[in-house]
Structures are given as structure tokens and as C-alpha cells.
């Protein structure tokens, strides 16, 4: 079995401030968007990305598409490649791994993850493929920029949610309608 690639990206501070709200770092932006030429993409937490399709749920932002990354409208494996960038806030392993089954679950080919905490994989259904420490500006702040690969074994997302923040959801999924998914 192959190891993955692994190594380390270093950016430096253009001068911006960040008081404007959350974008990928330049480096970031620029290198997602060579590595996925040509791909379908689509950002979970869409905030102010420039390339791909753009779901959020605060409307101030102009993503794309309205929604929750909990509950994306979208159905499964209709993207190449899912990108997750959540809010930089202490997410325990069963809110990531929620996050990462439903990007697995979206994707066709690819779940990027871009954040303060370090994943291995989640799942028989995440292979990790390429992985860096980004360490960003002039406080050297770092992130994760991790390339998972989703396997044959498809991710099933859940019907309903035992713990964390999408517990919220358990009543519209119970209604007979359920979700629009696709």
C-alpha cells in the first residue's frame, strides 16, 4: 500500500487584513484550484471561496446555495470534489466525522479538508492520499490541508443524528417528505 504524500507548505503575509471575513489563504486557493482543474467542486462551508459552487448558510456571504453542510441539498456523488473548511472552533470526532460521511457521501472522486485539527481518515470510505502542515502569515498560524480519496466502499449518510450540533435535524428527516437531497 502506498504511503500518502506528505509534507509541509509555508506562506507567507500578503499585507491583507482578514477583517473582511474568512478566505482560503492565496497559496491555498491557487494550489486547490491547479489540482482540481476541470473538476466539479463544491465548498461545504462555501464562505468567501472565488472558485467552485459555494453553499453556506449565512445569505450575508452570496454563497451559490443557501444551506447547511449538515443537510446539503445536493445529491450523493454529485460533485468530484467536496471541500470542507469549517469554522475554526474545537470540533470533536463525532462532528467531524458527520462532516467528513457527508462529503464522502457527495463526492465522486476527492473530500478535501482544510482546518485547525489533524484527520487521519474517517471511515472504510476515506482513503488519505496527500496531506500538509500550512503554516500561514506572520503569527505562523497553522492548518491542515488534507486530500482524502473516497474508496468503493460509498459512504451512506445518516438518517438521523445521534449527537452533535445536526441533532436539530432529527425532526425534519422523521417528517414523510423528508430532506430534498437531489
Not at 482560503?24 to 459552487?53: C, E, N, R, W, Y
Not at 473516497?150 to 445536526?166: K, L, W
Amino acid at each position: 500500500m502506498p504511503r500518502p504524500e506528505i509534507g509541509v507548505i509555508s506562506l507567507h503575509h500578503t499585507g491583507k487584513s482578514s477583517r473582511e471575513g474568512w478566505a482560503f489563504p492565496k497559496g491555498i486557493s491557487d494550489k486547490l484550484q491547479v489540482d482540481f482543474a476541470g473538476m466539479s467542486i463544491l465548498h461545504l462551508f462555501g464562505g468567501k471561496a472565488d472558485f467552485g459552487t459555494r453553499l453556506d448558510i449565512d445569505p450575508l456571504v452570496r454563497p451559490d446555495v443557501i444551506g447547511d453542510a449538515w443537510l446539503p441539498p445536493f445529491a450523493d456523488a454529485s460533485f468530484d470534489v467536496v471541500i470542507l473548511d469549517p469554522p475554526y472552533v474545537l470540533l470533536n470526532g463525532q462532528v467531524t466525522y458527520a462532516l467528513l460521511l457527508t462529503a464522502a457521501a457527495i463526492a465522486r472522486r476527492m473530500v478535501v479538508w482544510f482546518h485547525t485539527q489533524w484527520r487521519d481518515r474517517d471511515g472504510a470510505w476515506l482513503k488519505l492520499d496527500a496531506a500538509w502542515l500550512v503554516i500561514v502569515g506572520r503569527a505562523h498560524a497553522v492548518r491542515c490541508l488534507e486530500y482524502f480519496s473516497t474508496t468503493e466502499t460509498r459512504a451512506v449518510r445518516p438518517s438521523h443524528f445521534t449527537r452533535g450540533p445536526a441533532m436539530k435535524y432529527n425532526r425534519w428527516i422523521s417528517q414523510p417528505q423528508g430532506l430534498p437531497f437531489g
